[in-house]
């Protein structure tokens, strides 16, 4: 445990993506493949596995956590994937994070792993802020999923038992308590609802 604090912190500071991902690999077990880990970021994990993506600098990975990344997926600078040690044994079986191909995560945001986040293939978390809460106060951990091919905007917030469908669109500054199960959609709004059916963020039709 102690190794796993404070490898991460030095690994993370050393000046070649080569030393990086060495470490990462030999000290700490990960299997960085085929991938670019950015000056600052720190992974403090259970298990990091990651092939053929770009993680740019300062980013934090921290916790109980199972992280997979695979296949063509970007995330920028300061975003931050945490998870407590209060979990219990079942519900960390649960703490996982899935980036399931050519997932592009832009800069500053939150993601709260204690339930699990599932971002299907080609889904952007865009601009800046959002957040991703998997767990409330008395609450016990439920995960999100969000479909192929969906567009998170600004400042978006999901909470805990949400599942998106794929190719939707949900809108900058909405909060999202609720699931959508229909596909091509533009869903906004405190409490998020769906404004317009057949809508492709691709082309803002």
């Known amino acids: 445990m ?17 030393l990086r991902v060495t470490l990462y690999n030999k000290v700490l077990g990960y299997k960085i493949k ?13 298990d990091f596995d990651v092939s053929d993506s770009y993680i740019g600098k300062k980013n934090i990975f921290y916790g109980p956590i199972k992280v997979s990344i695979k296949d063509n997926c970007r995330i920028s600078d300061h975003n931050e994937f ?9 519900e960390l079986e649960k703490a996982n994070l899935y980036l399931l191909g050519e997932v592009n995560i832009t800069s500053k945001h939150f993601f709260d792993l204690s339930g699990g986040i599932s971002i299907g293939k ?14 409330g106060a008395g609450q016990r951990p439920e995960g999100i999923n969000i479909g192929n091919e969906c567009y998170i905007g600004s400042s978006v917030k999901i909470i805990q038992g949400v599942n998106i469908s ?3 669109t949900i809108a900058i ?6 699931s959508f199960i ?13 404004k317009k059916q057949n809508y492709k963020w691709k082309n803002n039709t």
């Open 182 to 194: 229909k596909r091509d959609t533009l869903i906004a709004g405190c409490p998020a609802i769906e």
């Open 173 to 178: 500054g909405s909060i999202v308590n609720k």
């Open 2 to 18: 102690l190794l796993k604090k404070i490898a991460p912190h030095i690994i993370s500071k050393l000046p070649t993506n080569f």
């Open 34 to 46: 085929k991938s670019k880990i950015g000056y600052g970021t720190v992974i403090s994990v259970n």
């Open 122 to 135: 080609g889904s952007w978390i865009a601009g800046r802020s959002s957040q991703f809460w998997t767990h």
């Open 82 to 90: 945490h998870c407590g040690y209060w979990l219990n044994e079942n």
């Open 166 to 168: 794929h190719s939707n």
